[in-house]
C-alpha cells in the first residue's frame, strides 16, 4: 500500500484496497469469460431465456383473446391508427387556417343540375274541358283490436 497521504487516514486504505480487489476481480473475470465452456453456457441460456420468454408471449396472447381482452399488439395497432387519425386531423387544421388567413373565399358550391325537363304543354282542347273535381276516397276507420 503507498502511504502518499497521512499514515493515519482510514479511506486512504480503503480506496487501496478497493482497487486491488476491483484488478483481481476484473482479471478473474476476463480469464472466464475468455474460456469455451463460459461462452458456451452464456450461449445455452440466453437461448433458454428467449423460448421461455416467447413461450410466456404466447400463452398470454392466447389468455387475453380467451378474456376477450387487447394484445399488446392489437394496442399498438390501435396507437398507429390512432396517431394516423389525428396527423389528417391536424393537417386539415392547418389547411383551414391557412385559407382563412389569406383571406379565401369559400369554395364555389357546385351549382343545382339544370332542369332539362319541361312541364307538360295543355293541348287547346284539354285547357277548355271544365277540370272535374276527383272524387275522395272514404275515411278508412280503424278497428279496435282485440
Given at each position: 500500500m503507498t502511504q502518499s497521504s497521512s499514515p493515519l487516514d482510514p479511506m486512504a486504505i480503503w480506496r487501496e484496497l478497493t482497487a486491488q480487489w476491483e484488478k483481481s476481480t476484473n482479471a478473474f473475470a476476463n480469464e472466464a469469460m475468455a474460456s469455451d465452456p463460459f461462452r458456451q453456457g452464456m450461449h445455452g441460456g440466453?437461448?433458454?431465456?428467449?423460448?421461455?420468454?416467447?413461450?410466456?408471449?404466447?400463452?398470454?396472447?392466447?389468455?387475453?383473446?380467451?378474456?376477450?381482452?387487447?394484445?399488446?399488439?392489437?394496442?399498438?395497432?390501435l396507437s398507429e391508427q390512432l396517431q394516423h387519425i389525428d396527423d389528417h386531423l391536424a393537417r386539415i387544421s392547418?389547411?383551414?387556417e391557412e385559407g382563412?388567413?389569406?383571406?379565401?373565399?369559400?369554395?364555389?358550391?357546385?351549382s343545382a343540375p339544370k332542369r332539362t325537363?319541361?312541364?307538360?304543354?295543355?293541348?287547346?282542347?284539354?285547357?277548355?274541358?271544365?277540370?272535374?273535381?276527383?272524387?275522395?276516397?272514404?275515411a278508412r276507420t280503424r278497428r279496435p283490436r282485440p
Open positions: 440466453m437461448n433458454a431465456s428467449l423460448g421461455a420468454q416467447k413461450a410466456l408471449g404466447d400463452l398470454m396472447a392466447r389468455l387475453l383473446t380467451m378474456l376477450n381482452l387487447p394484445t399488446r399488439a392489437d394496442l399498438q395497432a392547418r389547411q383551414l382563412g388567413a389569406r383571406g379565401a373565399t369559400p369554395a364555389p358550391q357546385p325537363k319541361q312541364p307538360p304543354t295543355r293541348t287547346p282542347a284539354a285547357a277548355a274541358a271544365p277540370s272535374v273535381p276527383a272524387k275522395k276516397a272514404p
